[in-house]
């Protein structure tokens, strides 16, 4: 193919930016592992998420019975999936936590890449616990933070190809998977490592007839919001702040693909691909990848949040109610972040009346997530308040 001198410079402009040195590396180490703490993510998930997931969402794994090993050992896997919901990630919550409970070693564990928007702005944080995000071992999805995964190796990694328009992409597109990015690919290619893809069912109805109005998208992002889901739940959050940050109980479902093989789709070396060769190949995956979506939703979509299951879950965990059901999700999980203590381990966490009080003195803002209407201005106050602080 030959290429305009325009578009030549387009391509060696865009190679340029891909440059990452092994210095830029090294001082992204603790960027890379600011905030995360291994014990605290399991602490979290065997206190709040695991018994969110087992009552509320009852996931299932299917193909998941062992995780596939890495065929390249000096590099990690790049675990990729679609997603979806038109509210907060939960897909990838879900995923992530119950992968830390099977208690791999650090090497076979995962750490997810997600958008800088849920990080920016502290009422993008769940409930508005500062950087949970990056103590639950989330990664700022930059290509410096993605590299520095890759060479590190020390993990892992998943990615969302489709970004946040997948995510926010409305219920009128459910199931139809948003172009991709092509880091993934270009990763793969570099480190001669497996793509695993999985097909996440289901969490299309996390927030059913939500819509994506492009307006008021333009509009919110200048608050730092990706986008603004407009159905019922956004209307109840109004009143009820917390609403905003949870989900309906959709029977998530996770089934594994067979590895894509990237580095042997290609006839030249990583440095020398265009970005619209990256494009067609990932167009190409892409509508592979759709085909295999749709065919794991006729097999598991049909019982999207199978209300049977769901009541026998909540009456057998009953015990566990208070750290289940959506209302306690804010102080729970607030109430975890703030007691947790490492040397003293779950003992900690033991929920009592004085450590309710020391929740709710140190964090009186998560009160705010209960509050009609004026609950959303003690948020901006405090998010405001937040982003001054970091300058």
Not at 250 to 271: A, C, N, Q, W
Request: hydrophobic share 40%.
């Amino acid at each position: 193919m030959v290429l305009g001198k325009e578009q030549e410079s387009n391509d060696k402009s865009y190679r340029n930016r891909l440059v990452i040195s092994d210095e830029q590396i090294e001082k992204n180490r603790e960027e890379y592992k600011r905030h995360f703490s291994l014990p605290y993510m399991e602490a979290f998930c065997r206190h709040v998420l695991n018994h969110i997931s087992n009552v509320w969402f009852r996931p299932r794994f299917v193909g998941f019975d062992n995780l596939p090993p890495r065929n390249n050992p000096s590099a990690p896997l790049i675990f990729a999936t679609n997603h979806s919901g038109m509210a907060f990630p939960w897909d990838a919550i879900i995923f992530i936590s119950q992968i830390t409970a099977r208690e791999l070693p650090m090497r076979d564990g995962i750490r997810a890449l997600i958008s800088p928007f849920l990080t920016k702005y502290p009422y993008m944080c769940p409930f508005l616990i500062d950087d949970l995000w990056f103590k639950a071992g989330c990664i700022n999805a930059t290509l410096l933070n993605f590299e520095t995964a890759m060479s590190l190796n020390e993990s892992n990694v998943l990615i969302f190809p489709e970004g946040i328009e997948g995510i926010g992409k409305g219920f009128d597109k459910r199931y139809q998977l948003q172009p991709f990015k092509t880091s993934f690919l270009r990763m793969s290619i570099r480190y001669k490592t497996d793509i695993i893809p999985f097909m996440t069912v289901n969490g299309e109805y996390n927030n059913p007839f939500a819509y994506n109005w492009k307006p008021l998208t333009k509009l919110v992002r200048k608050i730092g919001m990706p986008f603004f889901p407009v159905g019922l739940l956004a209307f109840l959050a109004a009143f009820q702040p917390w609403i905003l940050y949870i989900s309906l109980p959709s029977r998530l479902t996770f089934v594994i693909g067979e590895p894509i093989h990237v580095y042997e789709m290609v006839d030249k070396p990583y440095e020398e691909l265009t970005q619209m060769e990256l494009k067609v190949l990932g167009e190409k995956i892409r509508q592979q990848w759709q085909q295999q979506l749709l065919d794991a939703k006729k097999t598991y979509g049909k019982k999207y949040y199978d209300i049977r299951s769901l009541l026998k879950s909540m009456w057998r965990h009953k015990r566990y109610f208070f750290r289940y059901f959506p209302p306690f999700w804010p102080f729970v999980m607030t109430y975890i972040d703030v007691n947790y203590d490492a040397s003293k381990g779950d003992e900690s966490l033991r929920i009592t009346f004085r450590k309710c009080l020391r929740t709710i003195i140190k964090r009186p803002w998560v009160l705010a997530m209960y509050l009609p209407l004026l609950g959303w201005l003690f948020i901006a106050l405090r998010s405001w308040r937040k982003m001054k602080q970091r300058g």
